[in-house]
Structure formats: structure tokens, C-alpha cells
């Protein structure tokens, strides 16, 4: 691809993730630079000198060789949670964040030289239309990734060592998550920095991604997906054996202090346990309700009683970082631009490392 074009695509993708028209930056440029001479740059017929780069970067928000990044980043179709209620504008923004932050990822990940190939150990398992095909999934993928019965400390990390890129968007309270593969190979989840202060939710709405990309679902309709694939990450949290183990085969009823316990130590909510467990027949469907009545007239569906005080973080896009930094692949400059920051930013966190 020519440097114009390059510098073309780019351009037009950092506006969408400001989530300007171009007047907007033609306004927020204070009239430094026309809607007309914008809309050229953004069809390729010209490329900017630098002082107006410069002036671009500021107004957008991104260094200068952002514009000039060749990383191939194509998504595929994009999956959304909560699609029906995100206007276009916003979905437009959520698209080039995630297209920006992945750009970075994988150029770092080609300096370096490093495989980033996924196995889908998934993928020859049936056609997906039941509770029990869901949980069996659940219980190969655990023995595949050798993870046992035990609780998942750290479902990001996790991901990201199996080669699934995991992107936190700061965007839209509306947003929850997303599922999609970068270059028709890498698969992508992201989720929404703004619910970082529920961790246990982050790693229900990851793994119910998650499950969209990897199981192949019958003709079923969308809300009996959208169910599967919330068992399927319950499963993934919560074990069979090991609910079972905690609350026992068969329960009249279950105390909110147990329940509390639970979601400590395995980072499941309350209610997801709650539904973990009717699923296994450890309560039935009446309990169920009356359950989440009362959760209702205790005002918890949002905010629980009881907290989870797990950290969902992966360090490997900054262990890459400063590896290639430290191994003099990359110059301080780069190593700036690639973590989205100026010089002296990057100068100021890091330098005395160094």
C-alpha cells in the first residue's frame, strides 16, 4: 500500500475513534486546517507536512507515526453485546479503539518475531443447542488448557497466554464486551474498562465472549445463544464437580454467606452461582425465583453484598515492551509511540529502569 493511502486509513480511523465528523476537527483544529483539506487527506489525494501532522496528533490524540503504522489489522465481523441499544457513532469508536490498541500488539509482536498462532481445541466439537453440550465443552477446554477444577486466578492473563488478545476499551457505559478475530486467525475479546470495579462481571462477559467464538451453535434463537454461552462461562468459573463439592448434590435452599464465599475464592457473582447451580439440579426452577425475588427486594442485582477482590490484568503487551526495549530492538522513541504515550510520558514512567 502506497504511503498516502496508509496515511489515508489511518487518519479516517483515528477520527472515527474520536468520534469526530470532519468538521468536528475542523472545529477542534480552530480553524487551522479546512473541512476541505481534511476530506482530501482522508481520500488519499494528499499527506500533510509535518507541522500538521503535528497539529492532527494533538486534536486526535495520537503520536505523529501512528498515521504511518503498515501492521495489517483487519477485523472480521464484529459480534456486540447490547447491540440493539449502541448507535452507529459509538460502535464506529469501539471498532478503531479496538483496530489501534491490536495494531500496536502485533507490531510489537512482529518485531520481537513471536508466533502468535491459536489452537482452537474446539473446534471439531458438535454443534452446539444444549445446557449439557455447553458444560461439556466447558470441562474439554479446562482439561485442555490444564486448568483442573480449581479456581482461575486470572482469566485475562489466561487468555492472553493462549494467544487470545484481550482489549480493555474505555467507551460507552452501554458496553459490555465484544468477540471477533484480527486477520481472519487471532481471535480478539474485549470488555469495558468501566466495569474494572467488578472483576467477577469482567470475567463472566470474557469467557461468555469466549464462548461465542469458539462453539458452533444450532438453529436456535439468539436469546437461547446468548444463554448457552453465559453457561458456558459459568461453567468455565464453576466447575460441576466442584459446585457440587461446595454446596452439595441437592439443596432445599442456600444461604447468602455461602454464596459470598464461593464468589470469593472462584470469582463468580452471587446470581451467576445461583444459576450455576440450578443448572447442575442442585435447586430447582421455584427456588431459583424466589432467589432473585429476593435479591430484587434487596436492591443487590447490580451491587452485591459480597465483593470480588481479584485483579483481571494481563502484563504481557508491557513484558513484550520493555524486552524489545531492553534488547535495543525498538528505540525509547518507538517503545513510546507503541504504548500510545509522547517521549517524555514514556521518558518519565520508565527511564530510571533503564
Same mark, same amino acid.
Given at each position: 500500500?502506497?504511503?498516502?493511502?496508509?496515511?489515508?486509513?489511518?487518519?479516517?480511523?483515528?477520527? $472515527?475513534?474520536?468520534?469526530?465528523?470532519?468538521?468536528?476537527?475542523? /472545529?477542534?483544529?480552530?480553524?487551522?486546517?479546512?473541512?476541505?483539506?481534511?476530506?482530501?487527506?482522508? +481520500?488519499?489525494?494528499?499527506?500533510?507536512?509535518?507541522?500538521?501532522?503535528?497539529?492532527?496528533?494533538?486534536?486526535?490524540? *495520537?503520536?505523529?507515526?501512528?498515521? #504511518?503504522?503498515?501492521?495489517?489489522?483487519?477485523?472480521?465481523?464484529?459480534?456486540?453485546?447490547?447491540?440493539?441499544?449502541?448507535?452507529?457513532?459509538?460502535?464506529?469508536?469501539?471498532?478503531?479503539?479496538?483496530?489501534?490498541?491490536?495494531?500496536?500488539?502485533?507490531?510489537?509482536? =512482529?518485531? $520481537?518475531?513471536?508466533?502468535?498462532?491459536?489452537?482452537?481445541?474446539?473446534?471439531?466439537?458438535?454443534?452446539?443447542?444444549?445446557?449439557?453440550? %455447553?458444560?461439556?465443552?466447558?470441562?474439554?477446554?479446562?482439561? +485442555?488448557?490444564?486448568?483442573?477444577?480449581?479456581?482461575?486466578?486470572?482469566?485475562?492473563?489466561?487468555?492472553?497466554?493462549?494467544?487470545?488478545?484481550?482489549?480493555?476499551?474505555?467507551?460507552? =457505559?452501554?458496553?459490555?464486551?465484544?468477540?471477533?478475530?484480527?486477520?481472519?486467525?487471532?481471535?480478539?475479546?474485549?470488555?469495558?474498562?468501566?466495569?474494572?470495579?467488578? &472483576? /467477577?462481571?469482567? !470475567?463472566?462477559?470474557?469467557?461468555?465472549?469466549?464462548?461465542?467464538?469458539?462453539?458452533?451453535?444450532? /438453529?436456535?434463537?439468539? +436469546?437461547?445463544?446468548?444463554?448457552?454461552?453465559?453457561?458456558?462461562?459459568?461453567?468455565?468459573?464453576? &466447575?460441576?464437580?466442584?459446585?457440587?463439592?461446595? $454446596?452439595? *448434590?441437592?439443596?432445599?435452599?442456600?444461604?447468602?454467606?455461602?454464596?459470598?464465599?464461593?464468589?470469593?475464592?472462584?470469582?463468580?457473582?452471587?446470581?451467576?452461582?445461583?444459576?450455576?447451580?440450578?443448572?447442575?439440579?442442585?435447586?430447582?426452577?421455584?427456588?431459583?425465583?424466589? #432467589?432473585?425475588?429476593?435479591?430484587?427486594?434487596?436492591?443487590? +442485582? %447490580?451491587? =452485591? &453484598?459480597?465483593?470480588?477482590?481479584?485483579?483481571?490484568?494481563?502484563? !504481557?503487551?508491557?513484558?513484550?515492551?520493555?524486552?524489545?526495549?531492553?534488547?535495543?530492538?525498538?528505540?525509547?522513541?518507538?517503545?513510546?509511540?507503541?504504548?500510545?504515550?509522547?517521549?517524555?510520558?514514556?521518558?518519565?514512567?520508565?527511564?530510571?529502569?533503564?
Amino acid at each position: 500500500m502506497e504511503m498516502k493511502a496508509v496515511f489515508a486509513e489511518r487518519f479516517k480511523s483515528a477520527r $472515527l475513534m474520536k468520534g469526530f465528523s470532519l468538521q468536528d476537527l475542523a /472545529d477542534a483544529l480552530g480553524g487551522n486546517l479546512s473541512r476541505q483539506a481534511l476530506h482530501r487527506y482522508e +481520500k488519499g489525494e494528499v499527506i500533510p507536512d509535518s507541522e500538521k501532522i503535528n497539529l492532527l496528533s494533538k486534536a486526535l490524540n *495520537v503520536s505523529s507515526d501512528y498515521f #504511518f503504522r503498515t501492521t495489517k489489522v483487519e477485523l472480521s465481523e464484529i459480534e456486540y453485546r447490547k447491540l440493539s441499544k449502541m448507535p452507529q457513532k459509538e460502535a464506529s469508536i469501539i471498532k478503531e479503539k479496538t483496530k489501534e490498541y491490536l495494531s500496536r500488539y502485533l507490531e510489537l509482536e =512482529e518485531i $520481537l518475531g513471536l508466533p502468535n498462532e491459536f489452537e482452537n481445541h474446539l473446534k471439531d466439537f458438535a454443534t452446539v443447542t444444549s445446557y449439557e453440550q %455447553v458444560n461439556k465443552a466447558a470441562e474439554l477446554l479446562r482439561e +485442555k488448557w490444564n486448568l483442573g477444577n480449581g479456581a482461575i486466578f486470572n482469566v485475562v492473563e489466561i487468555l492472553e497466554d493462549k494467544n487470545i488478545k484481550v482489549v480493555k476499551l474505555d467507551v460507552d =457505559e452501554d458496553f459490555d464486551g465484544l468477540q471477533t478475530f484480527v486477520n481472519d486467525s487471532i481471535p480478539v475479546v474485549a470488555y469495558n474498562l468501566k466495569k474494572a470495579n467488578k &472483576p /467477577d462481571r469482567i !470475567r463472566l462477559t470474557l469467557l461468555h465472549e469466549l464462548a461465542h467464538l469458539l462453539l458452533t451453535f444450532g /438453529d436456535i434463537s439468539l +436469546k437461547q445463544k446468548e444463554t448457552l454461552c453465559f453457561q458456558f462461562a459459568g461453567a468455565m468459573l464453576l &466447575p460441576e464437580e466442584t459446585i457440587k463439592a461446595e $454446596l452439595g *448434590v441437592h439443596r432445599n435452599k442456600l444461604s447468602t454467606l455461602e454464596l459470598g464465599n464461593i464468589k470469593k475464592q472462584y470469582g463468580i457473582s452471587m446470581q451467576a452461582i445461583v444459576m450455576r447451580a440450578k443448572d447442575c439440579n442442585i435447586i430447582n426452577e421455584h427456588y431459583t425465583k424466589q #432467589f432473585f425475588f429476593f435479591i430484587k427486594q434487596m436492591n443487590w +442485582k %447490580v451491587d =452485591e &453484598p459480597v465483593e470480588y477482590k481479584g485483579v483481571e490484568e494481563s502484563n !504481557r503487551f508491557e513484558q513484550l515492551l520493555f524486552r524489545a526495549l531492553i534488547e535495543d530492538q525498538i528505540s525509547m522513541s518507538k517503545a513510546a509511540s507503541l504504548s500510545n504515550q509522547s517521549l517524555a510520558e514514556f521518558k518519565k514512567a520508565h527511564q530510571p529502569m533503564f
